[in-house]
């Protein structure tokens, strides 16, 4: 079955800089798309970016532009989140999350806290 496992979160300095992966598998990974989301207690749940299968096609949210990267490794079904830059508003639980077939998948989610 598919299966979506976040990881690489954890405590950050403002400034600072993270990496999450999303370790994908029950599905062929590179033909589909994937997205990071984020969600902060009392708020929406974000899109924060997105890549195409191939990963030749990224995009993000205005918030993050020029600060996170998203990338992906199809040999390993695993995608990136390169967060760098960090500031307290990007403290969230960061959610993998993919479209396969009609069923919307969803890791659990790898907590950023960003503080001083």
């Known amino acids: 079955q598919v299966q979506l496992v976040e990881s690489g979160g954890g405590l950050v300095q403002p400034g600072g800089s993270l990496r999450l992966s999303c370790a994908a598998s029950g599905f062929t990974f590179s033909n589909y798309g994937m997205r990071w989301y984020r969600q902060a207690p009392g708020k929406e749940r974000e899109l924060v970016a997105s890549?195409?299968?191939?990963?030749?096609?990224?995009n993000y949210a205005n918030s993050v532009k020029g600060r996170f990267a998203i990338s992906r490794d199809n040999a390993k079904s695993t995608m990136y989140l390169q967060m760098a830059s960090l500031k307290p508003e990007d403290t969230a639980v960061y959610y993998c999350h993919a479209v396969v077939g009609t069923v919307y998948y969803w890791g659990k989610g790898t907590l950023v806290t960003v503080s001083s």
């Open positions: 890549i195409s299968g191939t990963g030749g096609i990224r």
